[in-house]
């Protein structure tokens, strides 16, 4: 049987994580997972926050799912707090996946903010897409201490 695995996406907005997500789905066997399109489907628009427990529900439908499928999950969200990212963690490992692995795309500031700009869709305010950054940047200094198996940086 084939090891199963799940990668969690880990950056600011702009950064790249669902491009990067996407070509990781064709060579990994696997499903993305996406916050903003669980929004977007549940509310008709992914800027819209929402209720957290409808949302995580359905990410854990998406998960179970996927697992049923016998596939690989990729977990898509900015995942920028330690605490969001030990959520996904225990989240993948209660479904059995064998490997949890982060994927942290550590884009500038200003890629994340002309990328963002350019965006017909989803575009983030810019203090929002500040904050985010700053405090991922903060957390990239311990994220080697958490408990994911592998870490891959995109720079």
């Known amino acids: 049987m084939e090891k199963t695995t799940a990668f969690v996406m880990v950056g600011a907005p702009g950064s790249g994580k669902s491009t990067h997500a996407a070509k990781l789905a064709q060579t990994e066997n696997a499903v993305i997972v996406s916050g903003d399109d669980i929004i977007a489907d549940l509310y008709g628009d992914a800027a819209i926050q929402g209720n957290w427990v409808e949302i995580h529900d359905e990410i854990e439908r998406q998960v179970a799912d996927a697992v ?10 900015t995942h920028y707090k330690h605490v969001y990212r030990n959520e996904a963690i225990t989240l993948l490992r209660s479904y059995g996946f064998e490997s949890v692995e982060a994927v942290v795309l550590d884009a500038s500031l200003a890629t994340c903010l002309a990328r963002n700009f350019q965006r017909v869709e989803r575009n983030v305010p810019d203090y929002v897409v500040k904050q ?3 405090t991922l940047q903060c957390g990239l200094r311990t ?13």
């Open 132 to 134: 985010i950054h700053s």
């Open 143 to 155: 994220i080697m201490t958490e408990t994911f198996d592998r870490f891959h940086f995109v720079y």
């Open 68 to 77: 049923e499928r016998g596939k690989n999950v990729i977990l898509d969200g």
